[in-house]
C-alpha cells in the first residue's frame, strides 16, 4: 500500500519532441528548478539530443522543514541517479513523537528518516545547492549547454510578440551602459517557489499568461539553538505537535545535538506563540527551553506558504509552471517527493513531446491530477482535526488509544500506523483517514470502561497519569 518511486525505465513514445537547438531558461535553482534540469539533461543524453539550459537563481532561504523521505530519497535515487552525501545528512529521525494537550504518545519509525538543511547556511551545505551542484553528474557530454546565472532576480518575464520570437527575460544585473541584461530562450519554467508570491515578476506573468497561484494556507518555520535547554531529550525524534498553539499544527525536526527546527502550519507563529508552545508540560518533558525566543539561531521567525489545492492554468504554449507554484503534490507533506516528480513529468514532456498547451496538458497535467482527490481529502481531515482537536474528552481518548496500542506492541496498530504515515508520506490520506477511524473504533470497542474515562475525565488527572508513566519510561 506505500506509494513508490515513478518507473524510470518505461517506454515512451516520442511525438512532437521539442527541436534540437532549443535552449530552455529555468527561473529557479531550488529543489525543482534543479531537478528539472537535471532531469532534462539526462534524457538529453539517452536520446541524443541537443537542448540547452540557462538556469536563474537568486541566493534565498528555501523555507521548509528538511525533512525528506524514503519516498523521496528512493526517487532521487532512481530517477536522478543521486543520493544524498554524508555531510548533508544531519540528522536519523527513528521516532515521532505525538504531542496534543491531553498528552504525548511514541510512534516508531521502521525506516528512518532524514533530517537535512535546504540552503546553505550556519557553515552547512544545504540539501537544494547540493543538487545544483552536481546537475551535471554523470554527464558530461552535457555540461557545456548549461548556463547558470546567479546571484540575480528576474524583473520580468517577456512572452513572445510575434510566432517565431523567443521568451526574454529581463534580470537584474545590468549592462556596461547601465541597461538591465536579458536572456532570451524557446521555452520558459517557473520554479522560484512561494516567495515570488505577490511580486511584480509573477503579478505582471500571472497577467500576461492567465496563470493563477495555488490556493495557500500561512505557515512558518525558525531555526533553534537548544543548548541551553535545561532538559532535552530530543535525540532521534521528530515532533508533532497538535494543537498546542490554537488552530497550529507544528513541528520539531533535530538538526543537531543542540539544533531543531520549527515549523508551523496554519499560522505563522509569534514570539507569544513560542512562549504557549515551549512552555506546554508536554513539550518540557521533552524539551525545557527557558527562553525560546533568544534560542532563534536567525533571530527571527520565517513566514512561509504552503499550497493547498492546485494552480489554475500553469502551462501553455513554451512555458510551464513547476514545483510549489504548481499546487500539485501531496498537500500538507512530502513536498521533496512532489518536486522530484512534477520536474520528471516536465522533463520528460519536453524531451518527447515538445513544449505545447496541448502536450503538457496530457504528459504532465494529466498525470499530477492523481494528487486531487487525496488532497481534497487531506485538507478536510486538518480542517476536521483543528475543530475536533478542541475538545478535550477528543484529545484524550487519542492519546489513551494509542497509548494502548503501544502497550500491545512496540509498532503499535492502527492509530501508530496513521501518526507514521504523516511522517513518512506514504500512504493517501483517504487510508489514513481510515487507519484514524479503525483504531479508535477498536479501542473503544475494546476499552469502553477506559473510554468512559476519557469522556468524563479531568485534563489535569488525565496529564498527571500520562506523567507517572512518561516517568518511568525515561
Known sequence: MRRRPPRLNRRIRATNPLPDGS??????GGIAGSAFTRQLFLLAEKESRDISVTLINSTNCNYCGGLVTNLALNTLRELYQLDIPDELVLKNIEECVFINRCGSTEVLVPDSLTATLRTSRFGLPGFDDSIKQRIMDGIPAQKT????????????ILPPEKPGEKWRLVLSRRNP?????????????????FRA???PVLQHFQEVTGYVPPATMPASVTEVDTSKAKRNLIANKMFILDGI?????CAFIPKGKNWLTLTS?????????????FNHPEVKKYLDLPDPVKALRCHLICGASVYTGPAQNFYGDGWVVIGDLSGYGRVLKD?????FYGARLAAETLIYHGASR????????????EFVMDNRVGMKLFYLNNFIGRQEWFGRLFIAASEWEREKTDYGSYLHAAIRALCTGELSYRLIGLLLIAGLMKFIVCRPGTTLKCLLRSNSEFSSRKGEKHGQSH
Open 23 to 28: 535552449k530552455v531558461l529555468v527561473i529557479g
Open 145 to 156: 549547454k548549461l548556463e547558470t546565472i546567479e546571484p540575480t532576480i528576474v524583473r520580468q
Open 177 to 193: 551602459d547601465k541597461t538591465f541584461q536579458e536572456v532570451a530562450g524557446d521555452v520558459v519554467v517557473v520554479a522560484c517557489g
Open 197 to 199: 508570491l505577490n511580486r
Open 245 to 249: 498553539v490554537p488552530e497550529a499544527v
Open 265 to 277: 502550519l496554519n499560522k505563522r507563529l509569534s514570539e507569544e506563540d513560542l512562549l504557549v508552545l
Open 335 to 339: 513536498g521533496y517527493f512532489a518536486a
Open 358 to 369: 496541448k502536450a503538457f496538458a496530457r504528459y504532465y497535467h494529466r498525470p499530477l491530477k
